[in-house]
């Protein structure tokens, strides 16, 4: 059983255009949620992460935002580039000390010039 | 900037043969994660170390041990290899968690995996 759900499982968007990945989590103990990019071959790489006690974050063209009565949040990347085709990783883990990370099942994201 | 640093890169085994995986963490991280992805699929989280004791267990099969090392760096011990170990395996490392800002959860940074084949 997936414990974090993501979608869409791929995801085409045209340069200049907005990439929205969403996910959604069942454990309430979770609170920590990492997205990590993932080109082929390299290991995955954090973007952006955000705790619950805030509803939104922004990193240059990659916001996060978090509903926690929906236990639900999601990736939102600015201004599509074709070198932000990668496979997109939401992450989740509860911050007592046992920081194993459970991801999602990815989106593959391509962005057509 | 250091990285984590995983060897080797790729490795080719047949059934039943043992296998070892080495993973060095950055400096000064006391934390290291091992994660399995198969092909098409997401990591998922075998085991984990903070100062040489395991801290945390996954999915890791009876048949793989691991341990941390003095130096901080960790080993992966994989014996009876079955084909379905085929994946690429990763290391994370990061600070632990008497370190970290309270409240503040230390990221995990991950290493170029090794790319396991089984024959």
Redesign the interface.
Known sequence: QQQVKQSPQSLIVQKGGISIINCAYENTAFD?F?W?QQFP??????LI?I?PDVSEKKEGRFTISFNKSAKQFSLHIMDSQPGDSATY?CAA?M?T??????????TRLQVQP | AAGVIQSPRHLIKEKRETATLKCYPIPRHDTVYWYQQGPGQDPQFLISFYEKMQSDKGSIPDRFSAQQFSDYHSELNMSSLELGDSALYFCASSLGPEISIAGVQETQYFGPGTRLLVL
């Open positions: 920590y990492p990590y071959g390299k290991g995955p790489a954090l992460a705790r990783f883990s911050d000390g046992r920081r194993a990370l459970t991801f999602g099942s990815g």
